[in-house]
Protein backbone atom coordinates (compact mmCIF):
# COMPACT_ATOMS: atom_id res chain seq x y z
CA UNK A 1 0.00 0.00 0.00
CA UNK A 2 2.89 1.96 0.52
CA UNK A 3 4.29 1.68 -2.85
CA UNK A 4 0.87 2.77 -3.98
CA UNK A 5 0.99 5.62 -2.24
CA UNK A 6 4.31 7.08 -3.52
CA UNK A 7 3.65 6.35 -7.19
CA UNK A 8 0.34 8.28 -6.65
CA UNK A 9 1.87 10.96 -5.04
CA UNK A 10 4.31 10.94 -7.78
CA UNK A 11 1.25 12.37 -10.60
CA UNK A 12 1.00 16.36 -11.06
CA UNK A 13 -1.54 15.37 -13.26
CA UNK A 14 -2.48 13.64 -16.78
CA UNK A 15 -3.23 14.24 -19.98
CA UNK A 16 -4.63 11.36 -22.21
CA UNK A 17 -5.77 11.35 -25.63
CA UNK A 18 -8.73 8.90 -26.70
CA UNK A 19 -7.91 5.90 -28.63
CA UNK A 20 -8.65 6.92 -32.19
CA UNK A 21 -8.57 4.88 -35.71
CA UNK A 22 -7.17 7.03 -38.56
CA UNK A 23 -9.19 6.66 -41.33
CA UNK A 24 -6.73 8.87 -43.42
CA UNK A 25 -3.22 9.83 -42.28
CA UNK A 26 -1.38 12.57 -43.74
CA UNK A 27 2.18 13.49 -42.85
CA UNK A 28 5.14 15.85 -44.05
CA UNK A 29 8.38 15.58 -43.24
CA UNK A 30 11.45 18.40 -42.99
CA UNK A 31 14.87 19.06 -42.74
CA UNK A 32 17.43 22.36 -41.13
CA UNK A 33 20.94 22.18 -40.86
CA UNK A 34 21.57 23.37 -37.06
CA UNK A 35 25.37 23.42 -37.22
CA UNK A 36 26.14 26.70 -35.45
CA UNK A 37 28.85 28.73 -37.02
CA UNK A 38 32.48 28.38 -35.76
CA UNK A 39 32.66 32.36 -34.72
CA UNK A 40 29.62 31.53 -31.74
CA UNK A 41 32.89 29.62 -30.24
CA UNK A 42 30.32 27.11 -28.47
CA UNK A 43 31.67 23.52 -26.77
CA UNK A 44 30.80 19.82 -28.10
CA UNK A 45 29.22 18.15 -25.28
CA UNK A 46 30.01 14.45 -23.50
CA UNK A 47 33.21 15.26 -21.55
CA UNK A 48 34.22 17.39 -19.27
CA UNK A 49 37.51 16.96 -20.25
CA UNK A 50 36.62 19.75 -22.65
CA UNK A 51 36.60 22.25 -20.16
CA UNK A 52 34.36 24.75 -22.53
CA UNK A 53 37.30 24.95 -25.12
CA UNK A 54 35.44 25.76 -28.55
CA UNK A 55 34.61 23.27 -31.28
CA UNK A 56 38.06 23.88 -33.94
CA UNK A 57 35.89 22.77 -36.61
CA UNK A 58 33.54 21.31 -38.54
CA UNK A 59 33.91 17.20 -39.78
CA UNK A 60 30.34 16.89 -40.81
CA UNK A 61 27.09 19.05 -40.16
CA UNK A 62 24.72 18.52 -37.75
CA UNK A 63 20.94 18.36 -39.22
CA UNK A 64 17.43 18.68 -36.93
CA UNK A 65 14.62 16.58 -38.49
CA UNK A 66 10.50 16.64 -38.47
CA UNK A 67 8.23 14.10 -39.46
CA UNK A 68 4.68 15.37 -38.62
CA UNK A 69 1.80 13.34 -39.50
CA UNK A 70 -1.99 14.74 -38.97
CA UNK A 71 -5.42 12.81 -38.87
CA UNK A 72 -8.41 15.08 -38.78
CA UNK A 73 -7.94 17.70 -35.65
CA UNK A 74 -4.80 15.62 -34.67
CA UNK A 75 -1.46 16.18 -35.02
CA UNK A 76 1.73 14.79 -34.12
CA UNK A 77 5.99 15.85 -34.60
CA UNK A 78 8.79 13.55 -33.90
CA UNK A 79 11.65 15.53 -34.57
CA UNK A 80 15.43 13.94 -34.12
CA UNK A 81 18.84 16.15 -33.20
CA UNK A 82 21.91 15.44 -34.01
CA UNK A 83 22.72 16.96 -30.70
CA UNK A 84 24.16 14.95 -27.18
CA UNK A 85 20.71 15.93 -25.49
CA UNK A 86 18.13 19.28 -24.14
CA UNK A 87 17.98 20.73 -21.14
CA UNK A 88 14.18 21.19 -19.83
CA UNK A 89 14.21 24.83 -21.14
CA UNK A 90 14.18 24.05 -24.81
CA UNK A 91 11.41 22.04 -25.25
CA UNK A 92 9.24 25.14 -23.29
CA UNK A 93 11.04 27.31 -24.87
CA UNK A 94 9.94 26.13 -28.21
CA UNK A 95 6.52 25.75 -27.43
CA UNK A 96 6.10 29.83 -26.59
CA UNK A 97 6.98 30.19 -30.29
CA UNK A 98 4.99 27.57 -31.97
CA UNK A 99 1.88 27.25 -29.65
CA UNK A 100 -0.41 29.70 -31.78
CA UNK A 101 -0.08 26.65 -34.76
CA UNK A 102 -1.73 23.98 -32.41
CA UNK A 103 1.72 22.54 -31.46
CA UNK A 104 1.35 21.77 -26.93
CA UNK A 105 4.00 19.93 -24.90
CA UNK A 106 1.44 16.35 -25.58
CA UNK A 107 2.24 16.66 -29.50
CA UNK A 108 5.64 16.99 -29.69
CA UNK A 109 9.02 14.78 -29.08
CA UNK A 110 11.96 15.86 -29.24
CA UNK A 111 14.84 13.05 -29.88
CA UNK A 112 18.48 14.11 -29.69
CA UNK A 113 20.81 11.19 -31.22
CA UNK A 114 23.32 11.98 -28.16
CA UNK A 115 26.38 12.62 -30.60
CA UNK A 116 29.64 13.05 -28.17
CA UNK A 117 30.97 15.27 -31.54
CA UNK A 118 27.82 17.69 -31.02
CA UNK A 119 26.71 20.87 -28.98
CA UNK A 120 26.90 20.59 -25.15
CA UNK A 121 23.39 20.58 -23.62
CA UNK A 122 24.31 22.78 -20.69
CA UNK A 123 25.66 25.62 -23.26
CA UNK A 124 21.54 25.48 -23.91
CA UNK A 125 20.61 25.64 -20.05
CA UNK A 126 19.07 29.15 -19.43
CA UNK A 127 19.18 28.10 -15.51
CA UNK A 128 22.72 27.35 -15.91
CA UNK A 129 24.11 30.35 -13.87
CA UNK A 130 27.84 28.23 -12.58
CA UNK A 131 29.95 29.48 -15.29
CA UNK A 132 31.90 26.04 -14.51
CA UNK A 133 33.93 25.23 -17.46
CA UNK A 134 33.88 21.17 -17.39
CA UNK A 135 29.67 21.28 -16.65
CA UNK A 136 29.59 24.30 -19.93
CA UNK A 137 28.89 27.38 -19.57
CA UNK A 138 25.30 29.02 -20.52
CA UNK A 139 25.04 30.43 -23.99
CA UNK A 140 22.05 32.88 -24.88
CA UNK A 141 22.64 33.51 -28.32
CA UNK A 142 23.51 29.64 -28.86
CA UNK A 143 19.94 28.89 -27.28
CA UNK A 144 18.35 31.33 -29.52
CA UNK A 145 20.19 29.86 -32.73
CA UNK A 146 18.41 26.55 -32.51
CA UNK A 147 15.53 27.73 -31.22
CA UNK A 148 15.04 29.49 -34.18
CA UNK A 149 15.90 26.63 -36.38
CA UNK A 150 13.83 24.56 -34.64
CA UNK A 151 10.89 26.65 -35.47
CA UNK A 152 11.66 27.23 -38.91
CA UNK A 153 11.54 23.62 -39.37
CA UNK A 154 8.16 22.71 -37.31
CA UNK A 155 6.46 25.71 -39.52
CA UNK A 156 7.61 23.80 -42.79
CA UNK A 157 7.22 20.56 -41.83
CA UNK A 158 3.36 21.96 -40.39
CA UNK A 159 2.03 22.23 -44.18
CA UNK A 160 1.37 19.94 -47.30
CA UNK A 161 0.70 17.28 -45.46
CA UNK A 162 0.10 13.94 -48.02
CA UNK A 163 -1.81 10.82 -47.47
CA UNK A 164 1.16 8.16 -46.27
CA UNK A 165 1.33 4.06 -46.17
CA UNK A 166 3.18 3.54 -42.92
CA UNK A 167 5.09 -0.54 -41.78
CA UNK A 168 7.53 -1.14 -38.79
CA UNK A 169 9.74 -3.93 -38.64
CA UNK A 170 12.54 -5.42 -36.38
CA UNK A 171 15.22 -7.48 -36.46
CA UNK A 172 18.14 -8.51 -33.70
CA UNK A 173 21.61 -7.72 -34.57
CA UNK A 174 24.56 -10.08 -33.10
CA UNK A 175 27.83 -8.23 -32.21
CA UNK A 176 27.58 -4.45 -32.91
CA UNK A 177 26.96 -3.20 -29.57
CA UNK A 178 27.36 -4.23 -26.03
CA UNK A 179 26.74 -3.74 -22.54
CA UNK A 180 29.52 -1.45 -20.82
CA UNK A 181 28.66 -2.05 -17.71
CA UNK A 182 29.81 -6.16 -18.01
CA UNK A 183 25.50 -7.05 -17.11
CA UNK A 184 24.57 -9.55 -19.36
CA UNK A 185 21.31 -7.17 -20.85
CA UNK A 186 22.30 -5.86 -24.34
CA UNK A 187 19.14 -4.58 -26.55
CA UNK A 188 20.08 -5.30 -30.06
CA UNK A 189 16.52 -4.61 -31.46
CA UNK A 190 17.11 -2.51 -34.67
CA UNK A 191 13.96 -1.34 -35.22
CA UNK A 192 12.60 0.49 -38.70
CA UNK A 193 9.85 2.50 -39.72
CA UNK A 194 8.87 3.15 -43.27
CA UNK A 195 6.94 5.82 -44.53
CA UNK A 196 5.73 6.24 -48.46
CA UNK A 197 3.58 8.18 -49.96
CA UNK A 198 0.32 6.86 -50.87
CA UNK A 199 1.66 6.56 -54.31
CA UNK A 200 4.25 4.74 -52.98
CA UNK A 201 7.16 7.41 -53.24
CA UNK A 202 9.44 7.05 -50.68
CA UNK A 203 8.77 10.19 -47.52
CA UNK A 204 10.75 9.40 -44.29
CA UNK A 205 12.60 6.22 -42.58
CA UNK A 206 12.82 6.12 -39.17
CA UNK A 207 15.72 4.13 -37.36
CA UNK A 208 15.75 3.08 -34.07
CA UNK A 209 19.72 1.62 -32.95
CA UNK A 210 20.27 1.44 -29.28
CA UNK A 211 24.56 2.28 -28.77
CA UNK A 212 26.76 5.63 -27.56
CA UNK A 213 28.02 7.49 -30.25
CA UNK A 214 31.19 7.64 -28.36
CA UNK A 215 33.89 6.76 -30.65
CA UNK A 216 34.73 10.35 -30.55
CA UNK A 217 36.69 11.76 -27.84
CA UNK A 218 37.45 14.47 -25.04
CA UNK A 219 40.00 15.43 -27.29
CA UNK A 220 38.84 15.33 -30.57
CA UNK A 221 37.42 18.74 -31.68
CA UNK A 222 35.36 18.84 -34.60
CA UNK A 223 31.32 19.51 -34.48
CA UNK A 224 30.03 15.90 -35.73
CA UNK A 225 27.18 13.87 -35.93
CA UNK A 226 29.00 10.79 -35.12
CA UNK A 227 28.09 7.25 -36.56
CA UNK A 228 24.29 7.97 -36.42
CA UNK A 229 25.16 10.90 -39.07
CA UNK A 230 26.60 8.63 -41.91
CA UNK A 231 23.71 6.22 -41.08
CA UNK A 232 20.95 8.96 -41.95
CA UNK A 233 23.37 10.17 -44.84
CA UNK A 234 24.22 6.28 -46.18
CA UNK A 235 20.32 5.06 -45.54
CA UNK A 236 19.50 8.46 -47.54
CA UNK A 237 21.38 7.42 -50.60
CA UNK A 238 20.92 3.71 -50.45
CA UNK A 239 16.88 4.68 -51.31
CA UNK A 240 17.18 7.15 -52.85
CA UNK A 241 13.94 9.24 -54.37
CA UNK A 242 14.72 12.31 -51.49
CA UNK A 243 13.90 10.16 -48.89
CA UNK A 244 14.49 11.53 -45.14
CA UNK A 245 15.97 9.47 -43.09
CA UNK A 246 15.87 9.82 -39.01
CA UNK A 247 17.90 8.53 -35.99
CA UNK A 248 16.92 8.34 -32.49
CA UNK A 249 18.42 6.41 -29.65
CA UNK A 250 17.13 3.86 -27.18
CA UNK A 251 17.42 3.00 -23.65
CA UNK A 252 21.70 3.48 -24.28
CA UNK A 253 22.67 4.11 -20.76
CA UNK A 254 25.11 1.08 -20.62
CA UNK A 255 25.06 0.25 -24.18
CA UNK A 256 28.08 0.79 -26.29
CA UNK A 257 28.88 0.24 -29.73
CA UNK A 258 31.51 -2.59 -30.99
CA UNK A 259 33.99 -1.62 -33.72
CA UNK A 260 36.85 -3.64 -34.70
CA UNK A 261 37.84 -1.76 -37.77
CA UNK A 262 41.02 0.39 -37.11
CA UNK A 263 41.43 4.21 -37.81
CA UNK A 264 41.37 7.63 -36.08
CA UNK A 265 37.90 8.50 -34.32
CA UNK A 266 36.12 10.19 -37.55
CA UNK A 267 37.07 6.81 -39.50
CA UNK A 268 34.95 4.82 -37.14
CA UNK A 269 32.27 6.83 -36.91
CA UNK A 270 31.80 6.22 -41.05
CA UNK A 271 32.73 3.01 -40.93
CA UNK A 272 30.08 2.13 -38.07
CA UNK A 273 27.02 4.69 -39.54
CA UNK A 274 27.63 2.36 -42.63
CA UNK A 275 27.17 -0.82 -40.98
CA UNK A 276 24.44 0.09 -39.02
CA UNK A 277 22.49 2.08 -42.63
CA UNK A 278 23.24 -1.95 -44.41
CA UNK A 279 21.38 -3.34 -41.70
CA UNK A 280 18.65 -0.70 -41.59
CA UNK A 281 18.52 -1.15 -44.90
CA UNK A 282 17.68 -4.64 -45.22
CA UNK A 283 14.87 -4.01 -42.85
CA UNK A 284 13.32 -1.43 -44.60
CA UNK A 285 13.28 -3.35 -48.37
CA UNK A 286 10.81 -6.18 -46.61
CA UNK A 287 8.41 -3.62 -44.67
CA UNK A 288 5.03 -3.56 -47.26
CA UNK A 289 3.77 -0.70 -45.56
CA UNK A 290 -0.22 0.25 -45.42
CA UNK A 291 -2.47 2.29 -44.97
CA UNK A 292 -2.38 3.23 -41.14
CA UNK A 293 -5.46 2.21 -39.17
CA UNK A 294 -4.18 3.37 -35.72
CA UNK A 295 -2.65 6.59 -34.83
CA UNK A 296 -3.00 8.13 -31.23
CA UNK A 297 -0.88 9.76 -28.53
CA UNK A 298 -0.31 10.30 -24.90
CA UNK A 299 1.37 12.59 -22.56
CA UNK A 300 1.57 12.01 -18.59
CA UNK A 301 3.63 14.56 -16.21
CA UNK A 302 4.79 12.98 -12.89
CA UNK A 303 6.87 14.47 -9.94
CA UNK A 304 10.42 13.46 -9.16
CA UNK A 305 12.13 12.12 -6.25
CA UNK A 306 14.28 14.84 -4.41
CA UNK A 307 17.81 15.15 -5.72
CA UNK A 308 20.17 13.05 -4.54
CA UNK A 309 24.01 12.86 -4.90
CA UNK A 310 24.97 8.93 -5.32
CA UNK A 311 27.46 7.65 -2.45
CA UNK A 312 30.71 7.73 -5.20
CA UNK A 313 29.93 10.82 -7.18
CA UNK A 314 33.03 12.22 -6.02
CA UNK A 315 35.00 9.51 -7.59
CA UNK A 316 33.71 9.60 -10.85
CA UNK A 317 31.31 12.33 -11.83
CA UNK A 318 32.29 14.39 -9.34
CA UNK A 319 35.98 14.14 -10.52
CA UNK A 320 35.34 14.74 -14.37
CA UNK A 321 33.22 17.91 -13.92
CA UNK A 322 34.96 19.22 -11.05
CA UNK A 323 32.16 19.54 -8.37
CA UNK A 324 33.15 18.58 -4.73
CA UNK A 325 30.17 17.61 -2.32
CA UNK A 326 29.45 21.50 -1.39
CA UNK A 327 28.64 22.37 -5.05
CA UNK A 328 27.63 19.11 -6.07
CA UNK A 329 23.69 19.94 -4.29
CA UNK A 330 23.67 23.32 -5.83
CA UNK A 331 24.40 21.67 -9.19
CA UNK A 332 21.36 19.15 -9.63
CA UNK A 333 19.06 22.19 -7.57
CA UNK A 334 20.05 24.73 -10.41
CA UNK A 335 20.19 22.34 -13.09
CA UNK A 336 17.92 19.19 -12.07
CA UNK A 337 13.77 19.45 -12.87
CA UNK A 338 11.58 18.37 -10.01
CA UNK A 339 8.94 17.56 -12.63
CA UNK A 340 9.39 15.56 -16.10
CA UNK A 341 6.21 14.68 -18.67
CA UNK A 342 6.41 11.16 -20.29
CA UNK A 343 4.80 10.64 -23.81
CA UNK A 344 4.18 7.83 -26.49
CA UNK A 345 3.19 7.76 -30.08
CA UNK A 346 1.17 4.73 -31.50
CA UNK A 347 1.50 4.96 -35.34
CA UNK A 348 -0.64 1.13 -35.92
CA UNK A 349 1.43 -1.53 -34.33
CA UNK A 350 4.25 0.18 -33.49
CA UNK A 351 5.19 2.58 -30.21
CA UNK A 352 7.87 4.96 -29.26
CA UNK A 353 7.60 5.76 -25.68
CA UNK A 354 9.91 8.56 -24.53
CA UNK A 355 12.44 8.77 -21.70
CA UNK A 356 13.51 11.80 -20.68
CA UNK A 357 17.52 10.69 -19.94
CA UNK A 358 19.84 7.50 -20.23
CA UNK A 359 17.84 4.50 -19.51
CA UNK A 360 19.98 1.14 -18.83
CA UNK A 361 18.94 -1.75 -21.32
CA UNK A 362 17.65 -3.93 -18.60
CA UNK A 363 14.65 -1.70 -17.84
CA UNK A 364 14.68 -0.54 -21.47
CA UNK A 365 13.55 -4.13 -22.33
CA UNK A 366 10.85 -4.28 -19.00
CA UNK A 367 9.07 -1.55 -20.96
CA UNK A 368 9.01 -2.55 -24.61
CA UNK A 369 7.98 -5.86 -23.13
CA UNK A 370 5.19 -4.40 -20.76
CA UNK A 371 4.01 -2.10 -23.43
CA UNK A 372 3.59 -4.59 -26.48
CA UNK A 373 0.49 -6.91 -26.79
CA UNK A 374 -1.74 -8.55 -29.50
CA UNK A 375 -2.29 -4.93 -31.62
CA UNK A 376 1.58 -3.51 -30.95
CA UNK A 377 4.11 -5.67 -32.05
CA UNK A 378 6.93 -2.79 -32.44
CA UNK A 379 8.20 -1.13 -29.47
CA UNK A 380 10.95 1.47 -29.24
CA UNK A 381 12.24 3.70 -26.35
CA UNK A 382 12.76 7.15 -27.57
CA UNK A 383 15.71 7.94 -25.61
CA UNK A 384 16.19 11.32 -23.82
CA UNK A 385 13.20 12.34 -25.22
CA UNK A 386 12.71 16.19 -24.88
CA UNK A 387 14.72 17.26 -22.16
CA UNK A 388 17.77 15.00 -20.08
CA UNK A 389 17.31 14.33 -16.45
CA UNK A 390 20.32 11.95 -15.81
CA UNK A 391 21.08 8.50 -16.02
CA UNK A 392 18.17 6.14 -15.39
CA UNK A 393 19.53 2.48 -13.59
CA UNK A 394 17.49 -0.29 -11.78
CA UNK A 395 17.80 0.19 -7.86
CA UNK A 396 20.72 -2.50 -7.72
CA UNK A 397 22.41 -1.29 -10.53
CA UNK A 398 22.09 2.09 -8.87
CA UNK A 399 23.14 0.68 -5.07
CA UNK A 400 25.67 -2.42 -5.95
CA UNK A 401 26.84 -1.68 -9.54
CA UNK A 402 28.84 1.56 -9.12
CA UNK A 403 30.34 3.06 -12.41
CA UNK A 404 29.91 5.87 -13.96
CA UNK A 405 26.75 5.52 -14.88
CA UNK A 406 25.12 5.55 -11.22
CA UNK A 407 27.45 8.50 -9.76
CA UNK A 408 25.35 10.80 -12.75
CA UNK A 409 21.82 9.45 -11.22
CA UNK A 410 20.81 12.05 -9.50
CA UNK A 411 17.49 10.94 -8.21
CA UNK A 412 18.37 8.27 -5.87
CA UNK A 413 17.97 4.56 -6.21
CA UNK A 414 14.07 4.61 -7.04
CA UNK A 415 14.24 6.37 -10.27
CA UNK A 416 14.36 3.60 -12.48
CA UNK A 417 11.40 1.89 -11.35
CA UNK A 418 9.26 4.67 -11.02
CA UNK A 419 10.31 6.33 -14.81
CA UNK A 420 9.97 2.38 -16.17
CA UNK A 421 6.58 2.11 -14.52
CA UNK A 422 5.49 5.80 -15.57
CA UNK A 423 6.56 5.23 -19.09
CA UNK A 424 4.64 2.07 -19.51
CA UNK A 425 1.63 3.71 -17.81
CA UNK A 426 1.83 6.73 -20.00
CA UNK A 427 1.79 4.25 -23.03
CA UNK A 428 -0.74 1.95 -22.43
CA UNK A 429 -4.14 3.83 -23.15
CA UNK A 430 -3.21 4.06 -26.72
CA UNK A 431 -2.14 0.52 -27.35
CA UNK A 432 -5.99 -0.51 -27.79
CA UNK A 433 -8.43 0.63 -30.07
CA UNK A 434 -11.96 1.39 -29.29
Do not use: C
Amino acid sequence: MKNIFLIASLILFTTFSLPSKASNLTANVSSIDITPPLEMKYTLGGYGERMNKPAEGIHDRIWAKALTLKNRDQKYAIITLDILGLPSNVKKDLLKRVAGQGWTKENIMLLPSHSHGSLEMAALNSKNLLNSPQIGVFQPELLDFILDKLEALIKDADQNYQSVKIGTQSKHIDGLNRNRRRDPNVDNELIVTRVDLKNGNPLAVLVNWTAHPTFIGGSDMLVSAEWPGYLQNELQKMIGSGVTAMYYNGAEGDQSPILDTPGNAYEKVEVYGKKIAGKAFDIYSEIQPKKVKAFDFSYHTIQLPEHKAHPTFMETGGEEYGLDENTVKLVMNMLGPTEVGLGAVRIDDFVISGVPGEMTAVLGQKVKEAVKNKSVKYVAIGGLANEWISYILTSDQYINGGGYESSVSFYGAGLGEIISDEVVKTAKPITKIK
